[in-house]
């Protein structure tokens, strides 16, 4: 299992600190574009819209210029990730994604190359994953739901964000060492998860502290494991995979943002400053790091693609090696 020790330090601490805000004139030049789109490839109410709202102001001051952000959901995010890879380099169009980014080759045909085809601005930051159930359901911990599992397999249900996700992959994981088995809800996007978590429609829901965190604070959803390798603050109560007997077990979402290939490279180092400057304000960053239990990384291009790439080959081996199909 992949761990953060190994694939986030080495990634990104050599590129972290030529990822901070410059000043200089280019801050001044105005920006090519009358508007600015920021293409979410998600439904509203996911992690990654939430994250595009929250900045979108900050990127308007920033710029100079009108920012939309627009929700292009589809595909496990391909849909709108494609209209970015063929939009113009200009500066008018920008893209947010999740974890499904590095994922979604080794699922489904797409019409354009994940590592070719977008230029790589910011690694934002990266979030264990909770597995989650109904406070009204009677499962208290993990070691409820492994016995309930072994004694009607799969009967129980999980849902996530969709076919192909780190949720999903993980639970696939997860069950595989634990010996049960579970049956798999996708989901179109993470507002969709969480109506149907919060109105018990799904035994369990495997998602991103980013998600679910203000849920759990809520008293909404029932915490009942996280895939850190140690407990988050917010989250003391709740053990770790690893603390439940599945050693070296680690599992992180992860956010990033991209621009169409060929986007000239002051134009993506402007981009990338005005993000960081605006996550870095203080009610924001606030809202990352407490709300959304985010750990920002601030990776830049470099270490995004790094990322990426990586991704690619961890995860697209768990889809090969249980025979993952798009879907399921």
């Known amino acids: 299992m992949p761990t953060r020790r ?61 920012v939309i952000v627009e929700n292009k959901p589809g595909a496990q995010g391909s849909i709108g990730t494609g209209q970015v890879a063929r939009s113009k380099p200009d ?30 601005v910011l690694l934002i930051g990266t979030a264990p994953h909770i597995l989650c159930t109904h406070p009204g359901r009677a499962w208290k911990s993990f070691a409820d739901v492994v016995s309930a599992a072994k004694k009607e397999p799969g009967k129980l249900t999980y849902g ?10 993980t639970m696939v994981t997860l069950t595989k060492k634990a010996g049960i088995e579970m049956t798999h809800v996708p989901f179109r996007g993470g507002g969709p998860l969480l109506n149907d978590a919060l109105a018990g429609h799904v035994d369990f829901s495997i998602a991103s502290t980013a998600l679910v965190n203000p849920q759990i604070a809520a008293g909404g959803l029932r915490p009942l494991l996280q895939t850190g390798a140690t407990r988050l603050g917010a989250l003391k109560d709740v053990p770790t995979a690893i603390e439940q007997g599945f050693a070296g077990f680690e599992s992180y979402a992860w956010w990033g943002a991209f621009g169409p290939k060929g986007t000239p490279e002051p134009l993506v180092s402007r981009m990338r400053e005005a993000m960081i400057a ?25 270490a995004l693609a790094g990322w990426v790439t990586q991704q690619l080959k961890i995860w697209g081996d768990v889809v090969r090696e249980n025979g993952i199909k798009a879907g399921q």
């Open 278 to 302: 605006t996550f870095k304000e203080p009610t924001i960053a606030a809202q990352l790091a407490d709300n959304m239990q985010m750990t920002a990384t601030f990776g830049d291009g470099k």
């Open 91 to 120: 500066g008018a169009t920008w893209l947010m994604v999740f974890d499904t980014h590095a994922v979604n080759p080794s699922l489904q045909a797409m019409n354009f190359d994940t590592e070719k085809d977008l230029e790589p």
């Open 160 to 169: 996530s964000i969709g076919t192909g996700s780190l949720g999903h992959l």
């Open 6 to 66: 190994t694939f986030i330090t080495t990634t990104i601490a050599a590129t972290a600190a030529g990822a901070l805000p410059r000043s200089g004139s280019a801050q001044s030049t105005p920006w090519p574009a009358s508007t600015v789109t920021v293409i979410v490839p998600f439904p509203a109410g996911g992690s990654v819209d939430q994250l595009s709202r929250l900045m979108q102001s900050g990127l308007q001051q920033r710029l100079g210029t009108t």
